[in-house]
């Protein structure tokens, strides 16, 4: 069981029925669970060999089961959880917040089932993506006030993030009809928007340079990692729309089975659930040993708010996963987001061209899902190979022309951000602005070192002929048409390679 991500369905499930069922058939619920909790055991994601974070969260929501089954269970650790609020929400990892609520959640069910039990949780989503319906909340906290009893605070407090940022005038009229202290706080939360909306941005960040003793080498040279400031006109107590990428990248922040849950938490803000799941997701394309997992990336698809560069970037590294299953589930994402009105489709190829430029993907990986994509979803398909090649096929034309002998670059610092290119800046911008920016920069800027005149300078990317083939589909099947930089110039290029053959097919299919 522990091997197996965990669904938010089934937990909040487990959750609603572990509460309601404890006020009203406490006997009942202690002779079903009692014999399947013998049985579990262990295997309910506590072994040693798993993080300490996701064993935490396994204990947790053990220690509730094992309590409402009548067998022993540990208090201590959920009241020290729910006691270091909201210091414990950063769990030691600033991309991990969102595990973090969870921890408070299974915390407060195991103290408050003890000391403070209710009829029923006002969190639990009405929508599989974690989303409620704001007229359901407002039932809720009616049904609260009529039976007198007052929603437990974390929960109260996970029902408000989930609500989505635009609420109608109806729901916020209703909302005002209540006079409890929850009910106050549901106008509050409505009236002033939630969690507004967050800058986000991604920033590159570099692998810590070597120290004696210390063996850095399976980390990737480099990573980009989400950057967000919070709306300082929202409200957000956990301050979960505040990411502060780290300095370097010293650490395997991949693979985790509660990440899945993850994005209930915070259902209307896709940008910043991206960024938090950016580091797993972009484990499964730069690390071996599958600490990564890409097939998370439909769950952010999922959700409400706009996409933009950290979405754009999840995808892209979903794109070139190495297990091919992640890959498909990462085209899966990119159609649903794909469809969706000002999808950043030409940041998505810029991105893409950045990555494979900085040598950061394997761009015949990617190639074979826009492939299908092209297919299925062409005029989206052609946005994004345009975007890339816009990146990718100037370097191939300068490659060509001799200039000044100059000496490569040395190597990059241990922390750097986009902002050492002209194509982003280091500190968080809305998605809107990063996505122009990039547009108009190359990747051999975000970090291609110049080569010295006469010697080989550039290695032309595995799979450059395919995605020029890939580009001449899309174009030819949704009637779309634009300039390319660099085409024309390789078009014009004597020889019959095949990157030049493509080039020039391209080129044709966009003259007619």
Known sequence: MDQAPWQTVPVERVLAALVRL??????GLRAALAPVMQRAGDRLGVSWWVSDAHREAGALFTAGLNQAAGLPYVLAEATKVLRGAPADVRVGNPYAKLHG?????FAEVVVRLRTEPVPALVATPTRVNGLIDPGALVERLARAEREDWRPWQRDLRQALYRLPADVDADALRQARTLRSEAGLALVEWLESSGTGRPLVDVV???RQRAERGRYLDWLPESRFFAAAQPDPSALDPYRLTELTPPTVVDADLGSHSWAAVWPSVLPSQREIVA????????????LSGGRGDARLLPLPAELSGPAGSATVTAIAYGLAATQPDERIAALDALLAVGGLPGFPGAALGTQLARLTATKLIVLGRVVTQLEEAARIAPGMTWQVVAGALAGLLPAEHAARVPGPATTPASSAPASSSLASSPSASASPTSSRSASSRSASASPAQAGGAPAAKGRPVHATPRGLPDLLTVASTAAAASGLRGEVPGLADLAARSGSTRLVVEARRLHKTLAT
Not at 22 to 27: E, K, Q, R
Not at 101 to 105: A, G, I, S, Y
Request: aromatic share 4%; charged share 20%; hydrophobic share 50%.
């Open 22 to 27: 404890h006020a009203t058939d406490p006997d």
């Open 101 to 105: 609520v969870l921890m408070l959640r």
């Open 204 to 206: 590159r960040v570099h």
């Open 275 to 286: 960024g938090y799941l950016l580091p797993v997701i972009a484990a499964a394309t730069d």
